[in-house]
């Protein structure tokens, strides 16, 4: 039997945050209209932190674990209990929640620091920070839930905050659509992770049969990760519609991820998404929510290694994602546009390793991007405060701060910035011996060398190579427009750039580094170096062992791959260097003059926004005009007629009441009056007449009497 160790204060980590976003919620207008600004962003800063150490703290005690005892519960109490089926609030910690909780409250503990210089002055900074808040407990929620329906419960809750920071300044009516958009996209995924969990339920708990539902293993129906991993194997042999369980359930949950994980063909709302603060594309869209996919599938690995068909989708979906957005990616210039659709190809990435059952080499990836994106995007976010301060100052209102065009030589008025911002350009790139060079490196030769999926293995190689030049191209032209050359801005703009403040530079430091400095933690085989976060996440992926499997290459084969990277993300950098370093060079002006079709087709993103507007947003307001006038003659119509009909039957039983039954009673009752006034002249009070009246009575009686019976 597995030892499973307790916690009893491991709820404090979602539950801080949680406790900042309510403080600032309920009382961060008057903090902040009593104590300032400092009030609001000391909460807000102190409950993610606390989270921080409380997590490395346990972290710290599964270090001293055995492998095989590496996990830890707390459970506070039994959710929903019905006859033998049971959901428990718990908290799980075991090596993947550890690290993913472990980076989501690090680096989310620096981008609210960040963000206090840079929403500083906005008049509702304390909304801003509660909402942020508010996404670390989902987020948290979502990587420590013991079971499927906790998991969802964070699911959710990431996906509402993200409506809510995205369109955080709603009163920009491009910012509100872009919230919405948001919103509704992940609700099309989040509708696939529900069936996939009630599929994977009816599965475990028993099938249909003539008279309905019925539970044929009440004991096997749970939610419970591990305990779902423990009967997973009475799947084999059952089907819905025709596949495999483990197939439907697997391809339900990934429907799920292509939404939240901004994967084709679910990603169309991760660009739109920059309209947010730039604090929030570094937390949400860079280095948290967007993972949450990856996630799901690294820890369901035990689920999604039963099917090839699964794997297969994930595998491939996540290659063609990654050179699809590297080459939207390409001409793209707003700053933060870039960005975005290289975090869409770098999720990409993060899906083709979890794909091919390197589920280490998947999270490894997603750590290693989480430091050098965010610092990618703090350092842009940095760039645009720095520009708009200077537009302002030059009462510039006509220019865009985020437009690359319009930037230039940022390098000598910013240092810090263009530093860090080179750091992370070089690891994203996959240059050797930098973060992204080990984990993107690791997911390429798995992708090669794996025999898991229905697609050979060099195909997703090739297609993952091809996207990665492209990716140091882009980087390394983001960071010549913005860095290098002259400043196109104006002499008037360019006298007030100066260098972010301290909130700032300093957090581009610590992910400077950290994007550096991150690939320790997986190094290669190859050298015969210890492989600290693969052997740290073993444990987690155990139970799918058996089921992946690999190919058999040499050791030359994998050192010539190795080397294929590494040209490949030089040559996208001499490429991007050649092209844009001074900034001067008219060869890009003259290839888009030669191929204007292709820098159309990849500036307008292929028209994928066109084409959703002209198919699913039209048919659907198309559905819902036709549903409106149906609703406004059928219904309306069939409503109104039924009350015409019932005011004309009303009618009638007016009339009848008026002249029938009315007049029936007064009828009786006028003769009752009649009957009543023609008997009052009998009754005169004189003796006389009523002795008259006897006497009259007597002899028509005896006249009777004669008449009868004589």
Known sequence: MEHIGTADWIWLIPVLPLLGAAINGFFGTRLQRRFGEKAVHAVAILMPSLSFFITL??????????????????????WIHIDTFTVPLAFWFDTLSAVMALMVTLVGTLIHIYSTAYMHKDTSYWRFFSFMNLFMFAMLTLVLGDNFLLMFIGWEGVGLCSYLLIAFWYQDIDKAQAGMKAFITNRIGDF????????????????????????????????????????????????????????????????????????????????????????????IHAATMVTAGVYMVARLNFLFAMSATAMTAVALVGALTALFAATIGLFQ?????????????????????????????????????????????????????????????????DDDPQDMRNMGGLGRHMPTTRWTYLAACVAIAGFPFMSGFFSKDEILWKAFSNANTLVPGWILWAIGATGAVLTAFYMFRSYYMTFSGTFRGGAETERHLHESPKAITVVLSILGVLSIVGGVMGLPHLWHLPNWLEHWLAPVFHGSQALVKWGEFTHSTEWTLMLVSVLVAVTGFLFARMLYRDNRSEIPARMLKRFPAIHRVLYHKYYVDELYDATAIAG?????????????????????????????????????????????????????????????????????????????????LILIRFILFD
């Open 57 to 78: 703290g346990y972290f710290i005690r599964l270090m001293g674990l055995p492998e095989a005892e590496r996990q830890l519960l707390c459970h506070l109490f039994d």
């Open 192 to 283: 696939g992770f529900i069936v996939g969990i009630f599929a994977l339920m009816w599965a475990l708990g028993g099938g249909w049969s003539d008279s309905g539902f019925t539970l044929v293993n009440p004991g096997q129906l749970t939610v419970v990760f591990r305990e779902v991993q423990q009967y997973v194997g009475s799947l084999e042999g059952a089907t819905i519609f025709g596949m495999s369980v483990a197939t439907f359930a697997c391809l339900c949950f990934f429907w799920g991820a292509t939404a939240k994980s901004a994967q084709i063909p679910l990603y169309v709302w991760l660009p739109d998404a920059m309209a947010g603060p730039t604090p929030v594309s570094a937390l």
């Open 333 to 397: 210039n707003d700053i933060k546009k870039v960005l975005a659709y290289s975090t869409v190809s770098q999720l990409g990435y993060m899906f083709l390793g979890v794909g091919v059952g390197a589920y280490w080499a998947g999270i490894f990836h997603l750590l290693t991007h989480a430091f050098f994106k965010a610092c990618l995007f703090l350092g842009s976010g940095s760039v645009i405060h720095a520009m708009h301060h200077a537009y302002h100052k030059a009462h510039n209102h």
């Open 620 to 700: 659907s307001v198309g559905l819902a005009k036709v549903s409106d006038w149906f609703d406004k003659y059928i219904i309306d119509g069939i409503v109104n007629l039924t009350g015409y009909f019932a005011r004309f039957i009303s009618w009638l039983h007016g009339l009848s009441d008026i002249y029938l039954v009315d007049g029936l009673v007064n009828g009786l009752a006028h003769a009752s009056g009649a009957i009543g006034r023609w008997l009052r002249g009998w009754q005169t009070g004189r003796i006389q007449t009523y002795l008259y009246g006897v006497l009259g009575g007597g002899l028509v």
